[in-house]
């Protein structure tokens, strides 16, 4: 098995690695290849025909496919090489990626490497919802590649929990196809997807969503026949009389997205918690150098374009780094304080401005984000609403930013 | 019903699947009726996966007997008939004088029923094996191991499937008649003659006996529920972990599976014949085994669950409630027949031995011609994710479809889905390919790979996506096609 040189290797052709590697083609980088699984490129865009999509980066609203479609198009004309159909099977900390084929194994001596390999779903095992184990239970990504990809109807009375934006795309998409659904259900006293989506998807076809109430048991040892619903309390825990009985043949999962990272923990790249994706410095770079993330392998976002703007903007620091040999040190660290969910970067070097994107914990109105280092204001970003459902994209300047003390982020 | 049996086996788990295959050495027309899809869809598929040193047991009893003789053997059987099978020793740790004195007592019995190199290790020598268990003491069993439970009762039944045996799938036994030395089974899909009858029907033994005239058999299910963890703990369990056992119950314990996960469970509900079909899990059930295993194995947390499942053990008790001995009767009420009765764990390891010893049992009234042609050995689908990279471009020379992964998680390729879709049992519910693949049981649960493999499904048996099932009869997965 030989090993290839190349300037930079792209772990999948989704938004996040297709934007990446036209931006890093723009900045002059040329040995570099996409790998990706499929046999198309484009990623969970391919099967996402709603529309919505490229509004605040193309001003008009796309299809996935539609939007996949522009940056797939500007590869192919720029003639960045990318292979489908393959695998990457492990990355080490030294940068050799194995992939493959069925043409075989090839190993990669990457000059850099750049995670865009997406998320995946939380499943019912994850979440241990107790019950049988009847078929009829999917996550809404399934759903949705089953109905928009492989022309094939899964059932017919269905409910959903949770109410992440696919669970409720999924809802509306049911509803055109000819099934009825009766009902969306989220443990948590708020929506976990886009009010957007909430408004066109359930409200616009009657659909209720029921805050604060679970799903507590499945029932069915063949077909899936119901579900048990009961409501909860503010800590979650399920309040005693309040089960109520859901005849259904189809339950639909949409109660988490989680970055999918097991080849970044083959190179050992340190993670966060939080957000369970790597953590980075500005540079998108994770704690191995020469190792990028960006996307939804990052941290799940509310919209590809935030997933293709956080892609392109690595290209730069990749450019440098193939260039150069390394980038500066980020040692200021960023912390916050319990309303913030998590923040990209989890540190800098303090010696430039930077973008800040983080989410809420929970729902805030007329809040003001504060950014401090030293007890000194950085940034103040007041805001009507906040949620959780959306991400907060903020530019800090370099004005005050000081390369020691940690940035501190808080939600008050 | 034209075609006469010589035997006919009612249950297609380990048991019955070991039976048919210890026949099928010899000339003789082989069917098992299995009401399930597939083989291991209960019991057999639902358990801790654990091979046995055989101590747990009274001296003199069959199980002992037969644990002890299946222990022993299961390296060469398990390479005959290409199971995954780690010997990884096992502990059972205790922490207080009462506990050591039942651990002894365990040793000692042990010892009588010839399971050997047990012995009473301290925590240094405990920790020197298990660093992340919480214990002061415990008995080693060195010859302890674990297995591919759905694997090796596959196997059994497709090497018995290769050397003649009719599996006869979705066909539930409702009743048996016996006219001119010649047995009649009712099934729910025709009826079957047959000379000989094999009662190997697990969950089903009681029905089974009472339909055979051999009545009076009291079987109560102990149902206990499991956890499966994510792979990325199976490094900090190197073998299985038991607490001190009582005399009727293992205990809750970990056990890591062949392929790198650990499976926590099973605690134990004793249920009625009519809740053996019910295989729900409960919130409180789960919270309690973590609870639990956690005072042994502190390793346990709720980021790490990708799925529960619960089994059911057959046990034939008294009319006080306790429990028996494997029952292994061929008796003249039911002329030609060899009734099981209360085969529950270790079932697993003893499914041979016991198997050998129904055959003896036909030997007496009978002997067999040898089958000439009869082959052992089993070629198990060859998995790409375990292959040193020498041997994977290998196989994508060989076979392109090896280069395709279907299953991130867990790295199956195209190639190996094919051969599985393609069985000798010729079955094809989802699960069936999950069981030989391991598509689907990786941490993402299918997210992937589940419309691929029913894809695949459909193209290459020809069936309509409607016709496509999940495990159990009627556990239909579409309703049909979005668009014609």
Redesign the interface.
């Known amino acids: 098995?030989s090993t290839i040189r190349k300037d930079v290797i792209i772990v999948g052709g989704g938004p996040a690695g297709l934007a990446a590697a036209i931006e890093m083609h723009r900045k002059g980088l040329r040995n570099i290849l996409i790998i990706e699984?499929e046999k198309n490129l484009g990623g969970i865009l391919r099967q996402c025909i709603h529309d919505g999509f490229g509004l605040a980066r193309f001003g008009q609203p796309l299809s996935g496919p539609e939007y996949a479609q522009r940056f797939i198009d500007e590869v192919i004309e720029l003639g960045i090489p990318y292979d489908v159909?393959t695998?990457v099977?492990s990355i080490t900390p030294e940068k050799e990626v194995?992939a493959?084929?069925?043409?075989?194994?090839v190993t990669y001596q990457a000059g850099a490497v750049v995670l865009t390999m997406g998320c995946?779903?939380r499943?019912?095992?994850?979440l241990?919802i107790?019950?049988?184990?009847?078929?009829?239970v999917f996550?809404a990504?399934?759903v949705q590649?089953?109905?928009n990809?492989?022309?094939?109807?899964?059932?017919?009375e269905v409910i959903i929990l949770g109410s992440g934006d696919i669970g409720m795309i999924m809802a509306r998409r049911m509803t055109l196809?000819g099934a009825h659904v009766n009902a969306v259900f989220e443990i948590m006293p708020y929506p976990s997807g886009l009010p957007r989506n909430i408004q066109q998807c359930l409200n616009d076809y009657d659909i209720p969503l029921y805050l604060s109430h679970t799903v507590?048991?499945?029932h069915g040892?063949?077909?899936l026949t119901g579900v048990t619903v009961s409501a909860v309390d503010e800590n979650l825990q399920i309040i005693p009389g309040t089960e109520k009985y859901y005849p259904c043949?189809t339950l639909i999962l949409s109660v988490g997205l989680i970055p999918e990272n097991?080849l970044s923990l083959s190179a050992g790249i340190e993670m966060d918690n939080r957000t369970k994706g790597a953590v980075v410095d500005e540079y998108y770079q994770t704690s191995v150098p020469g190792i990028f993330a960006a996307g939804n392998v990052l941290q799940v976002h509310d919209l590809v374009d935030n997933v293709s703007l956080e892609a392109e903007s690595l290209a730069d620091n990749v450019a440098v780094y193939i260039r150069d040999g390394s980038l500066p040190v980020c040692d200021v660290q960023i912390i916050t304080d319990g309303n913030v969910s998590h923040t990209i970067p989890q540190r800098i070097s303090g010696q430039k401005e930077f973008t800040l994107s983080m989410r809420v914990r929970c729902p805030f109105k007329n809040c003001t984000i504060l950014i401090k280092q030293n007890n000194i204001a950085l940034k103040r970003v007041k805001l009507q609403k906040a949620l959780p459902a959306e991400m907060i994209r903020i530019s800090i300047p370099k004005d005050n930013l000081k390369p020691e003390a940690a940035v501190e982020v808080s939600v008050e | 019903m034209d075609e006469l049996y010589d035997v006919m086996i009612i249950g297609g788990g380990v048991v019955g699947s070991a039976i048919a295959r210890e026949l099928s050495r010899y000339e003789l027309k082989i069917g098992v009726l299995e009401k399930n899809l597939d083989v291991c869809f209960e019991t057999s598929g639902r358990n801790s996966g654990v091979i046995h040193g055989g101590f747990a047991y009274d001296p003199g009893t069959y199980k002992a007997r037969f644990c002890v003789e299946g222990n022993l053997e299961f390296d060469q059987v398990a390479a005959e008939l290409g199971v995954p099978f780690k010997r990884t020793g096992k502990v059972l740790v205790g922490n207080t004088p009462a506990d050591m004195e039942s651990l002894k007592r365990t040793l000692e019995s042990g010892q009588i029923n010839g399971s050997c190199g047990l012995e009473i290790i301290d925590d240094a020598q405990l920790h020197n094996l298990v660093p992340s268990v919480i214990g002061k003491f415990a008995l080693w069993s060195p010859n302890s191991g674990i297995v591919d439970p759905f694997l090796y009762t596959i196997a059994l039944a497709e090497n018995a499937a290769c050397n003649g045996v009719t599996y006869l799938f979705d066909h539930e036994v409702t009743g048996i008649s016996r006219a001119r030395d010649r047995y009649t089974i009712i099934t729910s899909k025709g009826d079957y003659r047959t000379r000989w009858v094999v009662n190997s029907a697990g969950l089903g033994c009681g029905k089974i006996s009472e339909m055979l005239g051999l009545r009076g058999y009291k079987i109560v299910g102990s149902k206990g529920d499991y956890i499966i963890l994510d792979k990325n703990v199976g490094p900090l369990l190197p073998m299985p972990v038991y607490p001190v056992p009582s005399n009727t119950y293992m205990g809750i314990h970990v056990t890591p599976t062949v392929d790198g996960n650990v499976i926590v469970g099973p605690n134990a509900e004793y249920i009625n014949e009519d809740a053996f079909s019910y295989y729900g899990v409960s919130q409180k059930e789960i919270r309690s085994l973590a609870e639990s295993a956690n005072t042994l194995w502190p390793c346990i947390h709720k980021k790490d669950y990708i799925r529960n499942y619960c089994g059911i053990l057959p046990k034939w008790v008294d009319e006080n409630g306790k429990i028996q001995d494997y029952k292994i009767e061929a008796r003249s009420e039911a002329p030609n027949s060899v009734n099981l009765v209360g085969i529950e764990s270790p079932a697993l390891t003893s499914a041979l031995p016991i198997a050998r010893y129904v055959v003896s049992l036909f030997a007496e009234k009978e002997s067999f011609i040898r089958n000439t042609t009869f082959n052992p050995v089993r070629k198990p689908i060859i998995r790409f994710a375990e292959q040193n990279d020498e041997n994977k471009e290998q196989l994508i020379k060989e076979n392109p479809d090896y280069g395709e992964i279907i299953c991130r998680c867990e790295k199956v390729t195209k190639a190996e889905m094919l051969q599985a879709i393609h069985n000798p049992l010729n079955v094809d519910t989802v699960t069936s390919i999950k069981y030989r693949t391991r598509a689907m049981m990786g941490r993402c649960q299918g997210g992937y790979c589940q419309t691929r493999l029913a894809e695949m499904i459909e193209q290459e048996k020809s069936k309509a996506v409607e016709d496509i099932v999940y495990a159990r009869n009627g556990s239909k997965l579409f309703v049909g096609k979005v668009r014609r």
Not at chain 1, 123 to 126: E, I
Not at chain 1, 149 to 156: C, D, R, S
């Open positions: 098995m699984r159909g695998t099977l194995t493959v084929s069925s043409d075989g194994l995946r779903e499943t019912r095992g994850a241990a107790p019950g049988e184990r009847p078929a009829g996550t990504g399934v590649s089953y109905i990809l492989h022309n094939t109807m899964v059932g017919k196809e507590t048991e499945i040892s063949s077909r043949d097991e």
